[in-house]
């Protein structure tokens, strides 16, 4: 026992009562390790332990070279003079319904050094995130990423010894026991022929492959890998800023100079045992001028991991136990990175994984991946339910009792002193290429409300009411049942409906912070589809009809790239459903993120509220099943002709349910279902919502 990889002390001991106790430390940072070997019955069990000493405090002992990253750089602008020529092969069997699986090559540093891979590619349509997968050390075929690929991630694993990867396991074995025995060593002094050299530029070009070839959205990429892997992962994200997240798991070929100093070094243990090199024991190794050392420097992945910066997010782990990459250079790697960074060490493993860590790590991958401006705004809708509910009001700046278009104004804040929480804004129109919505308010209106709520704090949401393509209608004109099939592909307004949606992504894509970056919108078309006063309703379509409706449009936001669209899906208040029911129309848990329903009281108030509940129990249970949001995405009493509506009706049945907002429905001219400021309502109003703690306004939410 002692230090790790310097361990001094050993005893052979019987033990008589079966235990032993043991003890060390140690004066600076480091891993203080235990092996034991126990004999039993002529059989030898094998078992350590490590234990940390201030860790956080470890510190590299490499050296980064002045001219470090300008030869990495040079490097990569040499590589990219020859021109990827790329190979693609689709491996039928190992397609899956989600997935499309193809072994794929390129050319790497220079002509016909080629680099292969498995390129996994999710069969939707669309643009995605991607994951380049890098090897641990050996010689070896690969299979591909097919999981998170099913996930929706681009992935590609690549081999790194220029041949392909789908071969027979012997001919690996035989060139692993030939030819590229021992491969980590090869020209070790010699920095532009180092092995790991076309190894690296591999890595880049790999990258390359995946901007150029691939659906990759242009904004998450990430890259992960053991050991090998481990290292390559630092170099990559170190060196290529297209990386966004990356995930080494206990990283090779870290700190190589460190065993100079008589410290635990990463492997491949360069000068570990070197007897040529224990003669400078005691000179600094900033003064060591050995060819191999040098040259180690420019392939150690602690110099890859200082190039590491904010805009890439690390997820670092390795085990106590590991006598191939000591947890002392693994946790000195971490400490270096300036970025941000979570590191989950495993104290029990060795250099493998558990199934935990595994689950662990791909869990954090996906995350990362996959995370988007409407991600981010479903984990703050989770977060803010924990306090309650948000209140909501559509086109809350534009007009209310008694005025329109005042900037800062709205009925909500006259009646509560704060802005909604949530506003709703309405689009129908802007197919038509119309100045105003469907409700006379300007495009240019509702763009910098919209921009300015967000400004604000506030959550957003945008309905879209087009107009009927097949008759030239409104949205409510229901005179045809062909019409959602008019617009499918082969249909007759097929051509127009894409007109019709390139002019709805459009203004989309003009809403966007002072930063250039798209904001977070809930967007939820075609609500109220089990309702029958839409074009899209019930008995004006086909439940099949419906869902091609869904995932035309959805599929068409998704190839122009927009990944702030967190997707509600909203059916009209309904009083009986049942799963099966419900599920006929129901998009699907990988289309839709939040689910809830439009509630008016249109008739009894007993009814009401027998049919509320009933929705919200069973839409309650199917949240908590599928992992949705919970909304009441419109709701309301025309006119309120009870004043005390609110308070008495409808928060008492919202406050059974984990909801995250309640839209109210417009106030216009001598149309109403907000409050109505100075009036009995609007003080039932305050009462029941800004006087609750478990309703939230604008400044209860901002960040």
């Known amino acids: 026992m002692g230090p790790e990889m310097y361990q001094d002390i050993r005893k052979s001991v019987t033990l008589k009562d079966g235990s032993l106790k043991l003890q060390g430390t140690m004066a600076k940072p480091g891993f203080y390790r235990l092996d034991v070997t126990a004999h039993v019955n002529g059989k030898d069990y094998r078992g350590a332990c490590g234990a940390a000493f201030s860790p956080e405090k470890l510190q590299p002992s490499t050296v980064m070279p002045q001219d470090f990253e300008q030869f990495w750089q040079k490097s990569i602008a040499e590589a990219r003079k020859t021109d990827l020529n790329p190979t693609k092969r689709l491996l039928p069997e190992r397609c899956t319904k989600d997935v499309n699986v193809y072994e794929v090559s390129f050319n790497n540093e220079r002509w016909g050094s080629r680099t292969y891979g498995i390129l996994c590619v999710p069969v939707r349509e669309g643009k995605y995130p991607a994951l380049l997968r890098v090897p641990g050390a050996g010689v070896r075929p690969y299979g591909g990423d097919v999981y998170t690929a099913s996930q929706g991630v681009i992935t590609l694993e690549i081999g790194i010894h220029g041949i392909p990867v789908t071969m027979e396991q012997g001919v690996y074995d035989n060139l692993g026991n030939g030819a590229l025995q021992g491969y980590w060593e090869f020209n070790m002094d010699n920095r532009e022929k180092h092995y790991y050299h076309h190894v690296i530029m591999g890595c880049i070009r790999a990258m390359d492959y995946i901007e150029q070839y691939t659906p990759w959205d242009g904004q998450k990429a990430g890259v992960t890998g053991s050991s090998q892997g481990g290292f390559l992962t630092l170099v990559t994200a170190g060196l290529d800023k297209r990386i966004t997240c990356y995930a080494p798991v206990h990283a090779a070929l870290c700190d190589h100079t460190n065993s100079l100093k008589g410290a635990a070094c990463g492997w491949p243990h360069y000068f570990y045992e070197n007897a040529k090199i224990k003669k400078w024991k005691n000179v600094k190794i900033e003064e060591l001028d050995d060819t191999k050392i040098t040259t180690s420097r420019y392939y150690d992945g602690v110099n890859f991991a200082r190039l590491i910066d904010e805009g890439q997010k690390g997820w670092f782990s390795f085990g106590y136990n590991d006598d ?195 904001v977070p919108i809930i967007f939820r078309p075609w609500h109220e589809n089990n ?94 099943n599928n992992g949705k949001l919970l909304a009441m995405t419109e709701c309301g009493f025309k006119n309120i002709p009870d004043a005390t509506w609110f308070s008495r009706v409808l928060k008492p049945q919202m406050d059974k349910y984990p909801i995250s907002y309640f839209l109210l429905w417009r106030n216009y001219e001598k149309e109403w279902f907000g409050p109505v400021p100075g009036t009995p309502c609007g003080d039932d109003y305050r009462k029941a919502f800004k006087e609750a703690k478990n309703v939230m306004f604008l400044n209860d939410i901002k960040h």
């Open 324 to 518: 191939v990459v000591p947890p002392t250079s693994a946790w000195a790697t971490y400490n270096i990175v300036k970025g941000p960074k979570e590191i989950k060490p495993y104290q029990a493993t060795w250099h493998f994984w558990h199934q935990e860590q595994w689950d662990t790590w791909e869990a954090w991958l996906l995350k990362e991946l996959k995370q988007t401006t409407a991600t981010q705004l479903a984990d703050r809708l989770t977060s803010l339910q924990q306090k309650g509910y948000m209140a909501g009001h559509q086109d809350d700046p534009f007009y209310g009792i008694g005025w329109a278009y005042e900037d800062g104004k709205s009925d909500v804040k006259l009646t509560v002193g704060d802005y909604p929480a949530v506003m709703g804004f309405e689009l129908g129109g802007i197919e038509m290429g119309d100045e105003k919505n469907l409700d006379s308010v300007p495009f240019t209106r509702i763009h910098d409300e919209l921009l300015a709520h967000v400004k604000r704090g506030g959550v957003v949401t945008i309905s879209w009411h087009p107009r009927n393509p097949l008759t030239g209608g409104t949205a409510w004109d229901v005179t045809s049942n062909k019409v959602v099939k008019s617009i499918l592909p082969g249909g007759v307004k097929a051509d127009l409906f894409k007109v019709w949606m390139a002019r709805l992504a459009d203004f989309l894509e003009s809403l966007k912070d002072e930063t250039g970056q798209p």
């Open 531 to 624: 309702g029958s006063w839409f074009w899209w309703g019930q008995k004006l379509c086909s439940d099949s009809e419906f869902m091609a409706l869904w995932n035309l449009l959805q599929d068409e936001m998704n190839a122009r790239g927009f990944s702030n669209l967190l997707w509600s899906y909203s059916p009209n208040l309904d009083g009986g459903w049942t799963l099966e029911r419900f599920m006929q129309r129901y998009p699907g848990n990988d289309r839709v993120t939040l689910i809830g329903e439009d509630a008016y009281q249109w008739g009894s108030e007993q009814d009401f509220i027998k049919a509320v509940n009933s929705d919200l129990t069973f839409l309650t249970q199917f949240a908590k």
